[in-house]
């Protein structure tokens, strides 16, 4: 399918930065639709429990479910892309995200609500490796990091969005659980509102290019050629084309899997492993705990559904003014400094929120109490641990694995890292209802400040700065 051009490009007036912007910013609605589908679980734990009648487990389940299609989705996006295109992956993932919209929300039982729930996880796992490679792939190295770092804030815009939907539709319903519209229960067009930017998402894909990195792999020269200077001018296009071939001609063939094992030593490479714990790091702190149970969260500690819902609004505006700190940052002070910073921030915080749920007693109801000091303190403390998230781990893990790999491992490494991702995601996930009731809040977040203390260990031990390099210097 060829795209239409989304603006007229001089071959020889040089970089269109216009059309750079343009088309990462089509890119980065999948990381919108991304946070919006895993946001919106956030605001219908409720209404799941009374329409499916699940226990404990169940919930957690069914809150999960969408983790094991991302884990899924990543995996088979990356190695896809690499049949594929980069854009057609992204297409796809549009279709998914669509469908399960209009599923999750029709669902009449737990089985089909799951099935829905795991087709938008095949999209979300797509569009969160995806989107950060197609745009690291169209831009230049000077400003790649803040491009790439949009996709975090299209991400938390996209988590802002669904927790403030979530809010209003409750709010004009009177709850999650009563009727709205053609009578319908709020927690159901809490799904369906994320078929507005589905369609969106969908249509403003067609207009864009092919990944010109893609093109060279597949050896179609001369579409690359054409999306470059459309990209970039005549002149710097040629230079460009080379780069890419340079990069390549050491061992250009078909991408494959087993392009992760170093032939020399027969072990997986170095920058592989580099990937792996990158992806898994960003989920053991346990973010992913306060965007998915914020509500049931904050209604243990004794606030009700709708300052709960209104306190995930609050968060997701924090997380959005982090990342624009992150957007004038990175590409000045690089993106190894972040990431270590932001997991000291993190350790000091979630110690923070574990010290205040500690104290937190039992009333005649079995629901958690704390003190008005202690639930300021954890409320504080809390979303001072988002925004150290969203400043660097959120963005920068995101932007690296789409920068960090070579170009003819590219495809297989995000395969690799995205499953590790999000399988991470589906664990902690799935496991917090459970270790609720057995350590409690307190042991819960225990475990993740150790985590958050260990990433920057790993940062500063292993992670290397991408900063200012051009794809085709990457090395693994």
């Avoid at 910013?25 to 409720?46: E, P, Q, W």
């Avoid at 329409?51 to 996006?77: D, K, N, P, Q, W």
């Avoid at 993106?335 to 350790?347: C, D, E, T, V």
């Avoid at 070579?406 to 459970?434: C, Y």
Wanted: proline residues 2%; hydrophobic residues 55%.
């Amino acid at each position: 399918m060829n795209s239409i051009p989304l603006s007229k490009a001089s071959t020889d007036g040089g970089e269109n930065t216009r059309l750079i912007i343009l088309i990462s910013c089509v890119a980065t609605i999948g990381g919108f639709l991304f946070g919006f589908d895993s946001g919106v679980i956030n605001g219908t734990v409720d209404g799941l429990k009374q329409a499916f009648h699940s226990s404990s487990a169940g919930t957690g389940f069914e809150v999960a479910s969408m983790l094991l299609g991302c884990a899924i989705g990543a995996f088979f996006a990356g190695r896809l892309a690499d049949r594929w295109g980069r854009r057609a992956v992204l297409i796809i993932s549009a279709v998914l995200f669509l469908i399960s919209a209009v599923g999750a929300g029709m669902a009449n039982t737990s089985a089909i609500f799951i099935i829905a729930r795991v087709f938008g996880g095949f999209a979300v796992g797509a569009a969160s490796v995806m989107s950060p490679a197609y745009i690291a792939e169209v831009t230049p190295a000077r400003y790649r990091g803040r491009l790439a770092t949009v996709q975090q804030i299209a991400i938390i815009g996209g988590l802002f969005c669904a927790f403030l939907s979530n809010y209003l539709l409750a709010k004009a319903a009177g709850a999650s659980t009563e009727a709205l519209w053609l009578g319908h229960a709020a927690w159901r067009w809490m799904f369906w509102m994320q078929a507005i930017p589905s369609t969106v998402f969908l249509l403003l894909l067609l207009l864009i290019p092919e990944s010109p990195r893609y093109l060279v792999v597949k050896d179609r020269k001369k579409d690359a050629l054409k999306v470059l200077t459309r990209l970039y001018g005549a002149a710097e296009a040629k230079t460009k084309l080379v780069e890419i071939e340079g990069s390549l001609s050491a061992d250009h063939h078909r991408p494959r899997l087993s392009d992760l094992v170093d032939k020399t030593t027969g072990k997986v490479r170095k920058i592989v492993w580099i990937g792996i714990g990158l992806a898994t790091f960003q989920q053991l702190v346990g973010i992913n705990v306060v965007f998915y149970y914020g509500a049931v969260l904050w209604q243990a500690v004794g606030f009700s559904e709708s300052d709960a819902l209104l306190i995930n609004v609050l968060s997701g505006a924090l997380s959005i003014g982090a990342c624009l700190v992150t957007v004038m940052l990175i590409d000045r002070i690089g993106r190894k400094p972040l990431l270590w910073i932001g997991s000291a921030g993190m350790a000091v915080s979630l110690a923070l929120v574990t010290f205040a749920f500690a104290s937190a007693g039992v009333d005649a109801a079995g629901k958690l109490e704390l003190s008005d000091s202690m639930g300021t303190l954890a409320l504080v403390a809390a979303n001072i641990y988002v925004v150290f998230f969203n400043m660097s781990w959120g963005p920068v893990m995101w932007v690296m694995l789409g920068e960090m790999f070579p170009n003819q491992i590219r495809g297989s490494s995000l395969a690799v890292a995205g499953a590790a991702q999000w399988t991470s995601n589906f664990i902690i996930t799935v496991t917090f209802p459970i270790l609720l009731v057995s350590i409690g809040l307190a042991g819960a977040y225990g475990i993740y400040t150790v985590a958050a203390m260990i990433s920057v260990f790993f940062v500063l031990k292993y992670v290397y700065e991408t900063k200012g390099r051009e794809l085709e210097q990457m090395e693994g």
